[in-house]
């Protein structure tokens, strides 16, 4: 064997060696127990940053937790584990800046008038499981360029928005439950960032989902995370009839279905723009697939307003006010799928202006109701 050989050799004996000790090397472990006195914070506040480490946390914790510049860092809720915002405190009971991976899991999250958790700063790879939120202020806030994955959180809060995302965040979102406390609560807010969705139901909010400043909201199975999926439905529900509209994307923003939407009972009755889905100033809407359900709205079914447009197929069924509507230099396509949609029962089904189109009539099952000049059977107009 020549000298070479044997000094490669010892170098991929080296490399494996500590590889091996790496990964056989333990987490740090310890234990906080508010419930004897103890502190979340003062725990923090002894740890090496960026040393792997699982904080075990017991009882309720009364104060304003600040996990700053972490890296590798577990919170773990033992079984009835709850962060509380302090009543002398305007800070959240949680709140998370340029760290990176960190996971939160097994709270309660008790808010009164902060967000219950922040995310800022830049954090990537913050994930969020099993947590029970509620509160008086947005359940979690999302800010500043940050990237965050939740999954299997429930939160009733009455804030401005149960999940609020801003300023080029990314957030993956699966398998929740958002309950809006509030009468002019938002289920999720977006501005300027993007968020994928499946799995998750919200009940009784202002506005399901409102994107604006350019935002993208993705509707795709991902299966990003170890349990298996109950649905990959996202469902809007408005029993309380305090919502305005289901989904609403506006300034330029945009709205992909892959993954089935169900919204029911939206609106309002005296219709205006309120309804299902309002896709305004500039925005777009993709739909394809059949995977749009709209029923009941006591509002509008999908409004496309002021140079906007969507495409969609599936069902708008029952709506109060118009099924589909196009106005101020805007159009809706309905798209080609394995069956046709089925626009129908509706006050008026198809209703454009006269700078407005509605095109693909044709993928409509049986006859629907029109006030509208400019309508297309085809999803195009003749082309060369």
């Known amino acids: 064997?020549?000298?070479?050989?044997?000094?490669?050799?010892?170098?991929?004996?080296?490399?494996?060696?500590?590889?091996?000790?790496?990964?056989?090397?333990?987490?740090?472990?310890?234990?906080?127990?508010?419930?004897?006195g103890q502190s979340v914070n003062q725990a923090l506040a002894k740890l090496d940053k960026h040393t792997p480490t699982t904080a075990l946390v017991n009882?309720?914790?009364?104060?304003?937790?600040?996990?700053?510049?972490?890296?590798?860092?577990?919170?773990?809720?033992?079984?009835?584990?709850t962060l509380v915002q302090p009543s002398t405190s305007g800070n959240s009971p949680l709140t998370i800046l340029s760290s990176r991976s960190v996971l939160v899991i097994n709270f309660s999250v008790q808010g009164t008038t902060a967000s219950a958790i922040g995310i800022g700063h830049g954090s990537?790879?913050?994930?969020?499981?099993?947590?029970?939120?509620?509160?008086?202020?947005?359940?979690?806030?999302?800010?500043?360029?940050?990237?965050?994955?939740?999954?299997?959180?429930?939160?009733?809060?009455?804030?401005?928005?149960i999940l609020a995302i801003y300023d080029s965040s990314d957030?993956?979102?699966e398998r929740c439950q958002l309950v809006a406390a509030g009468n002019y609560t938002e289920g999720i807010q977006i501005g300027a960032s993007h968020i994928t969705m499946y799995d998750v139901t919200i009940t009784d909010a202002f506005v399901g989902i409102g994107a604006f400043s350019g935002s993208i909201v993705d509707m795709w199975f991902y299966s990003s995370y170890y349990k298996q999926a109950?649905?990959?439905?996202?469902?809007?529900?408005?029993?309380?009839?305090?919502?305005?509209?289901g989904v609403q994307v506006d300034e330029g923003s945009t709205l992909n279905i892959g993954s089935r939407?169900?919204?029911?009972?939206?609106?309002?009755?005296?219709?205006?723009?309120?309804?299902?889905?309002?896709?305004?100033?500039?925005?777009?809407?993709?739909?394809?697939?059949?995977?749009?359900?709209?029923?009941?709205?006591?509002g509008q079914g999908v409004v496309a307003m002021n140079n906007s447009h969507a495409t969609l197929s599936g069902t708008v069924h029952g709506s109060a006010h118009g099924g589909l509507v196009a106005t101020n230099l805007s159009s809706i396509d309905v798209a080609t799928a394995s069956t046709l949609s089925t626009v129908g029962a509706n006050s008026v089904d198809l209703f454009c202006?006269?700078?407005?189109?509605?095109?693909?009539?044709?993928?409509?099952?049986?006859?629907?109701?029109?006030?509208?000049?400019?309508l297309v059977t085809t999803e195009t107009a003749a082309l060369p």
């Not at 600040?66 to 890296?71: A, L, P, Q």
């Not at 029911?264 to 305004?280: E, F, I």
């Not at 189109?357 to 509208?372: K, V």
């Open 59 to 81: 009882g309720t914790c009364t104060e304003s937790v600040s996990v700053v510049g972490f890296e590798n860092l577990t919170l773990k809720g033992l079984p009835g584990a």
């Open 124 to 161: 990537s790879d913050i994930l969020l499981r099993e947590l029970n939120i509620t509160g008086g202020g947005p359940a979690i806030t999302v800010f500043e360029n940050s990237q965050v994955s939740i999954a299997y959180v429930k939160a009733q809060v009455s804030g401005y928005a």
């Open 230 to 245: 109950n649905s990959t439905d996202i469902i809007i529900l408005n029993p309380a009839g305090t919502n305005n509209n």
């Open 353 to 374: 202006d006269a700078n407005s189109w509605i095109t693909g009539t044709a993928n409509i099952s049986g006859a629907p109701r029109t006030q509208c000049a400019n």
């Open 1 to 36: 064997m020549t000298k070479v050989q044997r000094e490669i050799l010892f170098l991929l004996a080296l490399g494996c060696a500590v590889a091996t000790a790496n990964a056989s090397t333990p987490s740090n472990v310890v234990n906080v127990d508010c419930n004897q």
């Open 171 to 173: 957030v993956h979102f």
């Open 261 to 298: 939407l169900v919204i029911d009972k939206a609106g309002q009755t005296w219709g205006g723009t309120t309804g299902a889905v309002l896709v305004s100033n500039g925005s777009t809407m993709n739909a394809s697939g059949g995977n749009l359900l709209i029923t009941g709205s006591h």
